[in-house]
């Protein structure tokens, strides 16, 4: 299945996206969700809760430790009850689930995607 591209967007609004580095320090199973964790992430100037619908692709204990990029400045958003304070990035093709995007090397948490 082919994913249509999304509308155009100027540079100026690709460039208020801030898109940072963070380390998964803790991460929970939602037991009332079927979709969801709870994930603590370091940014480095400080801690963000994020809540993931990834639970059916991965396990708690393979999420500690990793390095993933998130969106920092997305409004937070209440799921299942808990805030959210960021978005981590995943690929999906809807088919295989999502994929969550690592940095190739280990970088300084809170290091900016340019």
Same mark, same amino acid.
């Given at each position: 299945?082919?994913?249509?591209?999304?509308?155009?967007? +100027? #540079?100026?609004?690709?460039?208020? *996206?801030?898109? $940072?580095?963070?380390?998964?320090? !803790?991460?929970?199973? =939602?037991?009332?969700?079927?979709? =969801? =964790?709870?994930? *603590? @992430?370091?940014?480095?100037?400080?801690? $963000?809760?994020?809540?993931?619908?990834?639970?059916? #692709?991965?396990?708690?204990?393979? =999420?500690?430790? $990793?390095?993933?990029?998130?969106?920092?400045?997305?409004?937070?958003?209440?799921? &299942?009850?808990?805030? !959210?304070?960021?978005?981590?990035? &995943?690929?999906?093709?809807?088919?295989?689930?999502? *994929? *969550?995007?690592?940095?190739?090397? +280990? @970088?300084?948490?809170? &290091?900016?995607?340019?």
């Amino acid at each position: 299945m082919t994913i249509p591209i999304k509308p155009t967007i +100027s #540079f100026e609004d690709f460039a208020k *996206v801030d898109l $940072r580095v963070g380390t998964i320090i !803790s991460a929970d199973d =939602l037991e009332d969700s079927n979709k =969801l =964790l709870k994930l *603590v @992430v370091d940014i480095g100037t400080e801690k $963000r809760q994020i809540i993931a619908g990834v639970k059916k #692709f991965y396990k708690v204990e393979d =999420l500690v430790g $990793r390095q993933i990029v998130i969106v920092a400045n997305l409004e937070p958003k209440s799921l &299942a009850g808990y805030e !959210s304070q960021g978005m981590l990035l &995943a690929a999906s093709n809807d088919e295989d689930g999502p *994929v *969550v995007l690592l940095p190739e090397k +280990s @970088v300084a948490d809170g &290091a900016s995607i340019k």
